[in-house]
């Protein structure tokens, strides 16, 4: 029998064809190169692209994926990690267990086919993300589409926009539900159901963009995520926009938004911040109003800082309702319990992937929101 065991080795040794997959290899990696060239030299293309073929494949695998009630990308991560690992486990079992020339020979042989099997699946699923996520950073912007001009803006132009802001949130935020704390919690709205229909409304001031969601899912180890101080995640891969659900209740509502805002072909994060804004101020929900003008008030509150004096930014800052400031309070420290290296290396990543694809900002682009809003208010 054993004899026979390494007969079979040695013949699986030999059935490895290499042509194929350096073939296979030669080409993923040449429609991966053409297709970023494609897409970051011509901005034509890429929005062409976006509002025919990712569009429709948006709308398919996002109806498709959202028929499941959890998140798909996080269990596939799971899935990955187990037969990663379950794949180590084996091979290093089999190499210590059978530890005879002829043996080794069969290890090294596994060991070969896994790591051509798993460069052939990096490859696919960079194909996945240029299709689906690097395509979206060289596209017409949704200030170009919308004739939005983000010209500089004074002082006075600023604290104009930040009232607006703060009125919303003064005249919402008696309308809310609150817990014995006096934090704001989401009563009747369902996240999953009404941020798809609070993004539609939007067709009717901006035609260019879907009138389809899905809807968006939360993750199951959201606490985990908090570590890594991300609020929302959008897949590239299964087409879904995920949220963060153990972050504030004030949070989700425009986070939802936003990872939707991202499906619908705008990846820039100060676009998807803008567009999670509208669709939350245009909804008749106080909830949405709510949520959508404090997490956009918090990027006005440094520009103020900057350009107006320690006095004028005290008094502007308590003009906000009492209410909304504990929930400002709340959010900073509920972030705060997690400014930790892992979520500095997480930043950092996040920063270095956004500058990869042509964005110079880096991680800056969330706070450019100010410039849209201000255009938006001020035009």
């Known amino acids: 029998m054993k004899n026979i065991f390494s007969r079979n080795n040695k013949m699986e040794i030999k059935s490895i064809n290499y042509r194929k997959y350096i073939i296979a290899f030669a080409i993923m990696t040449g429609a991966i190169v053409l297709l970023n060239v494609m897409f970051r030299v011509s901005p034509t293309f890429s929005t062409n692209y976006c509002r025919t073929i990712f569009a429709s494949v948006s709308k398919i695998f996002g109806a498709f994926w959202g028929l499941f009630p959890f998140s798909v990308i996080e269990i596939i991560l799971y899935l990955c990690a187990g037969i990663v690992a379950y794949c180590i486990i084996r091979l290093v079992v089999r190499l210590i267990k059978y530890h005879r020339k002829s043996n080794i020979c069969f290890f090294t042989y596994k060991l070969k086919r896994y790591l051509l099997n798993l460069v052939c699946i990096i490859l696919a699923a960079l194909i996945i993300l240029t299709l689906n996520d690097i395509s979206l950073y060289n596209r017409l912007s949704f200030s170009e589409a919308a004739a939005i001009n983000t010209s500089a803006r004074s002082t006075e132009e600023l604290i104009k926009v930040f009232e607006i802001l703060r009125n919303d949130i003064n005249e919402n935020a008696s309308k809310v539900n609150r817990n014995e704390d006096g934090i704001f919690t989401i009563s009747d709205t369902d996240i999953s159901k009404d941020t798809p229909i609070a993004m539609s409304t939007l067709k009717e001031d901006y035609p260019f963009m879907p009138n389809y969601y899905p809807r968006?899912?939360?993750?199951?180890?959201?606490?985990?995520?908090?570590?890594?101080?991300?609020?929302?995640?959008?897949?590239?891969?299964?087409?879904?926009?995920?949220?963060?659900?153990?972050?504030?209740d004030?949070?989700?509502?425009?986070?939802?938004?936003?990872?939707?805002?991202?499906?619908?072909?705008?990846?820039?994060?100060?676009e998807?911040?803008?567009?999670?804004?509208?669709?939350?101020?245009?909804?008749?929900?106080?909830?949405?109003?709510?949520?959508?003008?404090?997490?956009?008030?918090?990027?006005?509150?440094?520009?103020?800082?900057?350009?107006?004096?320690?006095?004028?930014y005290v008094e502007l800052v308590k003009s906000i309702d009492i209410n909304a400031r504990k929930d400002m309070i709340f959010i900073d420290e509920y972030w705060s319990r997690f400014d930790t290296k892992v979520a500095k290396v997480s930043g950092k990543i996040n920063n270095a992937f956004i500058i990869s694809n042509g964005d110079k900002e880096g991680e800056r682009r969330y706070s450019m929101v100010v410039d849209l809003v201000l255009a938006h208010y001020l035009e």
């Open 216 to 248: 968006p899912k939360k993750i199951l180890s959201s606490k985990l995520m908090s570590h890594t101080r991300l609020q929302g995640i959008y897949s590239p891969y299964t087409l879904e926009a995920n949220y963060n659900n153990d972050m504030p």
């Open 272 to 312: 998807a911040n803008f567009i999670g804004y509208l669709a939350c101020v245009k909804s008749d929900n106080p909830e949405f109003v709510y949520s959508g003008s404090l997490s956009i008030i918090s990027y006005f509150l440094p520009e103020l800082r900057r350009n107006v004096s320690n006095e004028r």
């Open 250 to 270: 004030a949070e989700k509502l425009h986070t939802a938004c936003h990872e939707l805002a991202h499906l619908a072909g705008f990846i820039h994060e100060d």
